[in-house]
């Protein structure tokens, strides 16, 4: 790879972006002598608590190395044998994590949908397999929040799918790998617990990987506030906090325990710190929205709507797009329909949007 590919900002993926300076920092310090291993440092007392403040008293966070494995630890506190996980078919967890869940046991039962959103409806199409035993058992629904088309699910469309999961007795896992993008996009900082604990979700994986840290992510457990329907409270309620019981083995068992826990939890505690985490996906979301603005125009891209978040999907030649990797590489996305994902990093500057876009005019007009 060309020196010139490594600098220059690119708008495949937030996952080539590098280390905000305070997450940075905060590496120094906690290098700086020795401290208790596997979370019994500062650092991690530290983000646990503003994970509470978050999220609210009662909240668990559990740090480990990235987004697959955060995933297969989720799913595996929460399922036992024979237990299936609804999903959409557009999720991480189906497409882009190698059978992992599967890999660990985990049934995947992946939904056709065309926003890449699981429905109420397809809770309830699964339902029918519940006490037969010849049938894996649907046990958790995750939803990806924003979703791998870039959309988002509001507050009450959650609420409503944890109250049909619960009524079931299923529990709600969020894949959050880009919640700091969500949280900035449906009004900060004091919307993420309405579409969170407050809507029902169970755990959530909180992503940081794609958000300015190095790499880690946290698993959120919220046993003190999940919405549930009284007739199925007590029932939902235990499985959640049984989950929580495990969710320390499964961790270890999973291999995403960091013994040196603390280069993981101090990247979060400088994010966290005065809601970093919202503004930096803010600037994502901002960058993503500028440049829908300079190029939407262009009629066969095929843009008729602003992004909710920081991808966008437009439809470009596979010539014309050859050309353009030329410029800043992006990935294809639906390669039948020659569809391609364009997105933003919490770096990405105006001046990478105009230039870009230039391109883009250059090339497709």
Not at 182 to 207: C, N, Q
Not at 302 to 315: C, D, F, R
Request: net charge negative.
């Amino acid at each position: 790879m060309s020196s010139q590919s490594t600098t220059s900002r690119s708008f495949a993926s937030d996952n080539f972006a590098g280390v905000h300076p305070a997450v940075m920092e905060n590496l120094q310090l906690a290098n700086l002598g020795h401290a208790i291993a596997y979370g019994g440092d500062g650092f991690t007392a530290e983000a646990e608590a503003q994970f509470e403040r978050i999220f609210g008293v009662g909240t668990k966070a559990f740090f480990v190395f990235g987004g697959t494995g955060g995933n297969v630890f989720a799913l595996s506190s929460l399922c036992g044998p024979g237990d299936a996980v609804l999903c959409s078919q557009w999720s991480h967890l189906h497409i882009d994590e190698t059978g992992a869940p599967e890999r660990a046991g985990i049934k995947l039962l992946a939904v056709p949908s065309v926003d890449a959103k699981v429905t109420p409806q397809d809770i309830e199409r699964v339902s029918g397999d519940l006490g037969v035993m010849h049938h894996a058992q649907p046990r958790v629904v995750s939803l990806t929040q924003p979703t791998e088309l870039g959309t988002l699910y509001t507050a009450a469309e959650i609420e409503q799918l944890c109250i049909c999961a619960h009524e079931h007795g299923l529990l709600v896992h969020m894949d959050g790998a880009r919640i700091a993008n969500a949280t900035a996009a449906l009004g900060g900082i004091s919307s993420v617990r309405e579409f969170t604990v407050d809507a029902g979700v169970d755990v959530l994986t909180f992503g940081g990987t794609k958000n300015g840290l190095m790499y880690g992510e946290a698993v959120l457990y919220f046993p003190q506030g999940a919405r549930r329907p009284q007739t199925y409270k007590d029932f939902s309620l235990e499985n959640a906090q049984r989950a929580l019981r495990y969710a320390p083995y499964a961790r270890k068992q999973t291999t995403q325990l960091p013994s040196k826990m603390r280069f993981v939890s101090a990247q979060f505690a400088a994010v966290l710190n005065n809601d970093l985490w919202v503004q930096l996906g803010a600037s994502a979301n901002g960058a993503a929205a500028s440049l829908f603005n300079a190029v939407h125009s262009i009629p066969t891209l095929e843009l008729p709507h602003a992004p909710a978040v920081n991808s966008l999907y437009p439809t470009i030649s596979p010539a014309h797009a050859e050309q353009l990797r030329e410029v800043s590489f992006f990935w294809d996305w639906e390669p039948a329909r020659h569809r391609v994902r364009w997105m933003t990093s919490w770096d990405t500057e105006l001046i990478d949007v105009d230039a870009f876009a230039e391109a883009v005019y250059r090339v497709v007009t």
